[in-house]
């Protein structure tokens, strides 16, 4: 089966907004083997949607629309498609009553535009959109598949994963499963060095390394008939990779270092307290992205002038005035510090530069602190991050949330 | 002059990586008057860029390839344009020459497959490529223009300013230049309702709204011989949309919320401090992703549970008794509990049910307070968002900052 994009937006075409959108769509149908061959972007203008729409159709089995779908004059994706296959609008009462129903829960008048949302064209169904008010819109024509989603990529992405990639998953022959494997201070060069035999020799599952910022993932994807006969076909290969690079290996798929973290807090009814100062509230926030923290989490503080960290953490001011703020001495004091004002059985502190100013010879901008402390041991791990200040903050979380990590589970174990 | 880009790479179709050329190259062009019609994404295969090669040429002006100039054998960008136009290859010797020093400096062995890089199409010029191997291609066809450039960004980018943009720009008669107006408060339906006859009614400004998480905008665009005529164009109609909705305008262009907060608080010498329950630390973390935001941001304090609000808060056992943490009484004893502990001039406070646990029918998932408090002054706002646990933190912390903007704002003029 052959798919591809379309993208309808002006604000494409003039550079504002990336077509991220294409990417994520790519991405989920590669996993049930729909092969995509093209992604277009077009503007928002008839005559032009109607020819690439054209060109489509002769090229592909399902077309994927994003974008076009709002309550606005220049939203035309609905009415071209309708018009170019001679399938009239119609208003569906369910999707009406979804869009008058948001508008109440928002407690805001819903608009005369807003009912041209609920028109289909005949003879399609529409898609669920639990994040705005335009459904998306699913038509059989002949063999053609056509879906038109929203395009803000947090309206579309949901309606993809809990729709679309179902849907089409049963007119697939083949599933395509792919297996993630996660690496933390590992560099992707030394990593495929080590694999690399694996790599070349095979075709079916493939292994492709991919490096992002502060970590290395391994992709293992095989192709096969049904799930089974393809998780068949990786586990060998992971078993492997597992024992040539296990020590570096720390989660799967999309789990996230806080989920699991925070799993490992939860499992073993560890509570937590966390000090900030450069990070500024960025360890916390992504901690407590996780739903059922507040079992375990019982404060964070950002303490981001010195006297915060004396009147919260008790950090002493000799402390201060004699190593500074940005030191392996402030560091150890924050985390002891917030530990024992919360109460809890961990506590975590980061303490660094996260410029662009603040920086020194002796001491510059990604020179961080993290602290950990528990009942029986304090540590401080000294770093020199690069980056840009929003690069720091994140590394410097990933690293904090790494050495939780190792530490619950080399006392868990 | 239409244009149009045409990236080949089947990493892009497999959704490894996001076509970012396409928004780079899209805005440079619109700097210069230059209109961007399509985006396409292609695979390395031959017969389909073949086939959208030939479109492009039926449709465009300028066509501007990205990607497919490398050494291996899945690099056909020029083997197919140069096949497709009947152009042969030749050898580049300046070219050749570069690359050899390239990797002379290396120090690294250069490869046979590296002398297909110094290949051109018969009748072409090459583009000084200063970041990698493979020289960009210039091809005047008939009316048409043809430009190919290699596919990573970094040694895209500096070829399209430093050459193509200069080039395309003598051919160029007009400027575009456009001016965003940023909303909060004003759904995107509403928004357009209230300026309705003015988006119909012009052409030159264009006016387009889009609606993103939270906010909607106004993206004013005019077409012009130079960039102060544009900006004439421009100001008229942006000061009847100001005229009419001004009171949800908060800001401009590329502005962030927070960019604009510190601003305010930095100019006017404010100190502030945050008290964050539901939010979990994402206000502090945004607001310190500002640089030189330490001059006023004392600290932050994730109260997770009842027992920090008391300690660090001074938020009464009565009220949370009485109350419960999500309501006005305590979000107000929070704003000023942090206010006067971290002795600033500003206290903020933002308590709620982030979900997905946690809600009953008299206080749903979705229910936040925003407190306030200054040295006159304590205000709670009650807000029942929508969305999932993390859209509920992303609007609690949008409401707080547009709060902190409007306050500042009120008492600042």
Redesign the interface.
Known sequence: MRAETI?VG???????????N?????????EIGV??????????NEE?IK??FK?ALE?SDVIIFTGGL?????DLTKETVSSFLNLPLQLDEPSLERIKD?FK??????????YKQALLPEGSSPILNR?GTAPGVLLKYGEKIIIMLPG?P?EMEPMLTESVIPYLAKSSQNTIFSRVLKFYEIGESLLEEKIKDLIVGQSNPTIAP?AKMGEVTLRITAKAEDIETARNLIRPVEEEIVKRVGQYLYGFDNESIEEIVAGLLLTSKKSIS?A?SC???????K???I??I?EV?????????N??KQ??LNVKAETLGEYGAVSEQTAMEMAQGIRI??NTDIGVSITGI?????GSPEKPVGLVYIGYADSKTVIVEKHLFTGD??DI?QRSVDAALHMVRRMLKGSGD
Chains 1, 2 share one sequence.
């Open positions: 993208a002006s604000e494409l075409l003039l550079g504002q907004i990336s077509n991220t294409a990417q994520i769509i790519s991405r989920a149908l590669q092969d995509v061959y093209y992604h277009t972007c077009v503007g928002d032009r020819q690439v060109i090229r709002g309550p606005t004059l220049d948001y829960k928002k407690g805001k008048p819903m608009t005369q535009n807003n994040k803000p947090f991919l966390i900030e990070t500024g509230g960025l360890m916390a926030h901690l407590t992205n739903p059922g507040s989490f019982e404060r964070g503080v950002v303490s981001y002038s006297r915060a009147e919260l004002t919360a996260a410029g662009p100013g603040g200040r929003m903050k």
